[in-house]
């Protein structure tokens, strides 16, 4: 049997350190969101009580960002995880070797830079919508036709030109970092906001499904969390993207219908 040589021992470090501290980071995000989301289905005293206000002060719309910010970063990182460490390989293997950390933790924070910006649009648009009465103090749609609105919206999204092609970056991050690299942390973290926006350009849409749902409905979470996983990863996401388009138009169609 062959040793390995001290570069494939490093390789393997950065991939258990990767994987630990995304998994860290996951277990973090949901150790507050999962909380919250049963108090809010339950006394609705504990940590969730913040959001049973009428008064939207600058502290209750900061705490309703941070909500947004950490459910994205839970929901998100996951799918992250192959873009890291095929970064990490590449770093690992060039001149830039010994600061692989850095070039690492620049990547995740350009990733996350774009889902944060997404949160703070998710915020807004969530005062907008409960102040419009669209959305029900419980988070979720208060009309069933703005709900099939949105349905059929993500539904035909999934169909996109431009979905697809977001999808297959986010599906070959061989490829993504090949015709998008930089080099030096500061090129890690541009490599990273990009994929970011890459993933938000495949994802925004579904994630817009949480006001559906409800954006504290944790099987809703959950589910959504699974396929965007399985569509960036899986064998099969290519065609699940298509055919949960199609199931989303279907229902968001029902329920618009005239009754």
């Known amino acids: 049997m062959e040793e390995s040589t001290p570069v494939e021992d490093l390789l393997r470090r950065d991939r258990r350190l990767i994987g630990a501290a995304l998994a860290a980071g996951v277990l973090l995000c949901w150790a507050w969101i999962v909380p919250m989301a049963v108090d809010m289905y339950g006394s609705m005293d504990g940590a969730s009580a913040w959001m049973m206000t009428d008064d ?3 502290k ?3 705490l309703l960002f941070a909500m947004w910010a ?7 990182l996951p799918s992250v995880a192959p873009a890291l460490l095929i970064y990490a390989a590449v770093i690992r ?3 830039d070797g010994p600061a692989v950390a850095a070039h690492v933790n620049a990547f995740a924070a350009g990733y996350l830079l774009a889902w944060t910006l ?3 649009a998710a915020t807004v648009l969530q005062r907008v919508l409960s102040h419009q009465l669209w959305l029900s103090p419980m988070m979720e749609a208060d009309d069933r036709r703005f709900g099939g609105v949105l349905l059929i919206a993500a539904g035909f999204y999934q169909f996109s030109p431009f979905k ?4 297959n ?7 993504f970092l090949i015709k998008h690299w930089r080099h030096g942390p500061a090129g890690g973290f541009r490599l990273g906001w990009l994929n970011g926006l890459y993933c938000l350009g495949c994802c925004w849409a579904l994630m817009m499904l949480l006001f559906v749902g409800g954006v504290m409905n944790l099987w809703w979470i959950g589910g959504l969390t699974v396929f965007v996983l399985l569509e960036k990863a899986a064998p099969f996401g290519g065609r699940s ?9 279907v229902a968001g169609a029902w329920l618009v219908r005239p009754q």
């Open 60 to 62: 209750h719309l900061v």
């Open 56 to 58: 939207w002060d600058f």
């Open 118 to 120: 997404f949160s703070l």
């Open 70 to 76: 950490v459910m994205m970063a839970g929901m998100m």
């Open 164 to 167: 697809d092609k977001c999808l």
């Open 93 to 95: 293997r060039s001149p």
């Open 241 to 249: 993207a298509r055919w949960l388009g199609a199931v989303l138009a």
């Open 169 to 175: 970056y986010c599906r070959s991050p061989a490829e």
